[in-house]
């Protein structure tokens, strides 16, 4: 069993950054594929960005260049560095873990509850 809790979401404006923060529960993290998706009002949730066990990474189209992921197996926890933001990029953003390969779907065992980032215009 895995838990995930983020952190790290708020109101920034257009241009500025943020870094979310997921902190997993678990003495297997390293093993774990880990992805961070979003869902704004009305639309189904996605893939922003996504790190495999091995430290390799996926991106969204519209994050690359200006998101980067990255995690820390000796704290457990992985990161969504969020430069440039636009009002577009607000929505939940939400962590997720699962055994395996990176997928781009959301078929992922494990969620956190969310986090909310608002980009101002």
């Known amino acids: 069993q895995v838990q995930l809790v983020e952190s790290g979401g708020g109101l920034v404006q257009t241009g500025g950054s943020l870094r979310l923060s997921c902190a997993a529960s678990?003495?297997?993290?390293?093993?774990?594929?880990m992805g961070w998706f979003r869902q704004a009002p009305g639309k189904e949730r996605e893939l922003v960005a996504a790190?495999?066990?091995?430290?390799?990474?996926h991106y969204a189209d519209s994050v690359k260049g200006r998101f980067t992921i990255s995690r820390d197996n000796a704290k457990n926890t992985v990161y969504l560095q969020m430069n440039s933001l636009k009002p577009d990029d607000t929505a939940v953003y939400y962590c997720?873990?699962?055994?395996?390969?990176?997928?781009?779907?959301?078929?992922?065992?494990?969620w956190g509850q969310g986090t909310q980032v608002t980009v101002s215009s």
């Open positions: 790190i495999s066990s091995g430290g390799s990474t």
């Open positions: 678990g003495r297997t993290f390293s093993n774990y594929a």
């Open positions: 997720a873990a699962r055994m395996g390969l990176i997928i781009t779907t959301t078929a992922y065992r494990y």
